[in-house]
């Protein structure tokens, strides 16, 4: 089955990239191409993408709007057998509230899919020229946030998470840098000298990155002056670039055997 189909009286939702608007996928930029309404968060989504749209399209910034306000234009949208984008920042399915506007749909009566897009870890990573997972450094990678206005569940909070090691990602936690170096640390695992990367605003013009270790990111990360749309990554793969790779994949030692290789 194909994913994420634009038609007449349902809803697509698409993700539009980390900021880059060269960064949506393909099929993502066809169905803006082919919209008639658009719902886009004004507060993150690239507005160079709302370009493509077609003469006479709908667009709608939901940054000012309630949850019953982008629910009342989709679905006035689809009753009038509009193609409907509600485009989203990123992947829709990290951080992006679409399950709550499913269930609406679902209690309309009104269909919908979904386009996956390109979150801000991989754009971060990129911009990093770095790989996220190491043979014999991590081989998991963590995406989370610390708990604000909303909260994390107590089994999810950072510390329990910082023990299990890997390289971990943070969202939405740039504002809390203390807090956040300090539940880093109570895992037990990384330490002070545990690399860290802040990449603020990664992909989009004015991106910035700033470097440095669990002992002083977050006096940098002050000096910068960053404390919103960063994303943080943590973990000894950040090493790597300086210290070189201590064990190679084994996807191709030539001495490795495998369905695609004798």
Avoid at 25 to 30: D, E, I
Avoid at 65 to 92: S, Y
Avoid at 219 to 243: F, H, M, P, W, Y
Wanted: include cysteine.
């Amino acid at each position: 089955m194909a994913i994420g189909e634009l038609k007449a009286g349902e809803v697509l939702f698409v993700g539009a990239g980390p900021g880059d608007p060269e960064l949506i996928t393909v099929k993502g930029l066809r169905a803006l191409q082919q919209a008639d309404v658009v719902v886009y968060a004004g507060s993150l989504v690239n507005p160079a993408l709302l370009d493509e749209c077609p003469q006479g399209c709908e667009v709608h910034d939901s940054a000012p709007l309630n949850l019953d306000q982008v629910l009342d234009i989709l679905i006035a949208g689809c009753r009038a057998n509009k193609k409907v984008v509600r485009l989203h920042t990123g992947d829709p399915a990290l951080y992006g509230a679409i399950q709550e506007q499913m269930e609406a749909l679902d209690v309309a009566g009104i269909g919908y899919a979904v386009i996956p897009g390109v979150t801000a870890t991989f754009a971060a990573a990129a911009s990093l020229k770095q790989e996220l997972t190491l043979p014999g450094v991590s081989q998991t990678m963590t995406l989370t946030r610390l708990a604000g206005r909303t909260p994390v569940p107590e089994p999810e909070q950072l510390q329990r998470l910082a023990a299990n090691g890997g390289t971990i990602c943070l969202y939405l936690s740039v504002g809390m840098m203390d807090k956040l170096v300090a539940d880093l640390l109570a895992g037990g695992i990384f330490t002070e000298q545990t690399p860290v990367a802040v990449v603020y605003r990664a992909s989009w013009p004015d991106e910035k990155t700033v470097e440095g270790t669990l002992a002083d990111i977050a006096e940098k990360v002050a000096d910068a002056g960053i404390t919103r749309q960063a994303l943080i990554l943590v973990g000894e793969v950040l090493n790597a670039r300086s210290k070189g790779v201590p064990e190679k994949s084994k996807l191709y030692d030539p001495g490795f055997a495998h369905g695609y290789r004798k």
